[in-house]
């Protein structure tokens, strides 16, 4: 016999944009938490005494809106590491001519942002979405889709059907919400990996981010709160492989030769991994009551470490439009125009940022040696003018537009 519930909202994804999104919902909607619904395929994330390989550099504005969903508060300290700085060069170490340096003291703010793990968030969003009421399903994924003028329907590989008046695509770059719904993606591929590892450096980290841009792709080390450093090398297929098949000592070696020393020498402490980099858009964010959040409607470059932060800015917005029009009587979470509300709001700030991202990788490694010297210069341009300095550090603070 099959099974059927129904609901408001689904969302399918229990990631920490999707998650977000509920938790922010749940809290000016209280009364009716129990009438959304969040589709997992995996159980959440267990605590673990490790810090995760997976870190997402958050903004202050992230910040803020993880602390409207309740769960900021409770991150313990020694797992959340602060940067006060960050310095970015291209070439002779920092401080030279292709240098621009930020400082959360010029900004007026404490830090200018914190790196995380994105289990440990997660966690904590689950708990409090569970807490609140919202309906959280593992074990489970959709398999097909049907949609009405009045809702839509999902039928589930576990044999629950469910049906609701929006469904939210919070399932990440390989969207299965996006694809069935119709929505078209432009992608372009970077023919790069993301190298990932955390190593212990010889010289402390500062509380700063450093990153170096490198003709084949940039390097960023960013400061873990137990001393240690979360690494993301960005460079060629060809080089992934052999940094990771190289071995710990090969790789530290490699990644103290391409930071120039900054930390003094770097030892790998988890094994690396890779992951292929992408720039992807969807042409829509919403179709008849779908809505795509995160990398379900965007991807960018990680050269800034803004994926994350975009993610949670359109969970923030959708919540707000969304709970702004639920407070009217016989409001309807999948009425097209306010979906539409949230799609202007957001696609401006994400196609900016996935467009800045991409030219920023070209022109430092997209291999024309004359037009990355020329971008190096630029930042050493930048950090000489304080007006260009400010604006520049204050988006990558992200404080130039609402949450």
């Given amino acids: 016999m099959k099974r059927a519930d129904t609901a408001e909202i689904i969302v399918v994804g229990g990631g920490m944009v999707g998650l977000s999104f509920v938790n922010l919902l749940a809290t000016r909607w209280p009364k009716r938490a129990t009438d959304v619904v969040v589709i997992e395929r995996t159980p959440p994330p267990d605590w673990q005494s490790e810090v995760g390989l997976r870190v997402s550099a958050l903004s202050p ?15 313990p300290a020694e797992r959340c590491g602060p940067y006060r700085r960050m310095v970015v060069w291209r070439n002779g170490g920092p401080g030279g001519n292709d240098t621009i340096e930020f400082d959360a003291a010029e900004q007026g703010i404490a830090a200018l942002g914190h790196i995380v793990e994105n289990d440990l968030v997660c966690r904590l969003l ?52 996006r694809q069935t719904g119709g929505l078209a993606r432009r ?56 940094l990771i098949g190289g071995g ?22 988890l094994p690396a991994r890779a992951f292929p980099l992408v720039a992807a858009h969807a042409s829509t964010y919403t179709g008849d009551r779908v809505v795509l959040i995160g990398d379900a409607a965007h991807q960018v470059h990680p050269l800034a470490g803004q994926g994350a932060n975009l993610g949670l800015k359109d969970a923030a917005e959708l919540a707000q439009v969304i709970g702004e029009f639920l407070d009217r009587p016989a409001a309807d979470p999948g009425d097209r125009r306010v979906l539409r509300r949230y799609e202007r709001a957001r696609k401006t700030d994400n196609l900016a940022t996935l467009m800045t991202m991409d030219l920023m990788n070209r022109a430092f490694s997209g ?37």
């Fill in 61 to 75: 504005r992230s910040t803020n809106i993880l602390s409207a969903c309740g769960v900021w508060q409770g991150l």
């Fill in 126 to 177: 689950w708990d409090r979405a569970e807490a609140a009421g919202v309906r959280l399903l593992t074990g489970a994924a959709p398999v097909t889709l049907e949609r009405s003028r009045d809702g839509v329907q999902l039928a589930l590989d576990d044999g629950l059907e469910l049906s609701a008046r929006l469904l939210v695509g919070a399932d990440g770059a390989a969207s299965w919400v």
């Fill in 187 to 242: 992608q372009w591929l970077y023919r790069q990996q993301g190298v990932v590892t955390h190593a212990q450096p010889e010289l402390p980290h500062q509380a700063t981010a450093w990153q170096r841009f490198l003709p084949r792709g940039p390097l960023a080390l960013l400061p873990l709160a137990d001393g240690r450093v979360s690494v993301v090398w960005s460079c060629p297929d060809e080089r992934a492989a052999e």
């Fill in 248 to 269: 710990q000592a090969a790789l530290g070696d490699a990644l103290t030769t391409a930071s120039e020393g900054v930390l003094g020498q770097l030892q790998p402490t």
């Fill in 367 to 403: 291999g024309h040696p004359a037009l990355a010297a020329l971008a190096g210069g630029g930042l050493g341009l930048v950090n000489r003018v304080t007006p260009l300095k400010r604006a520049f550090a204050a988006y990558a603070s992200g404080g130039t537009d609402r949450t």
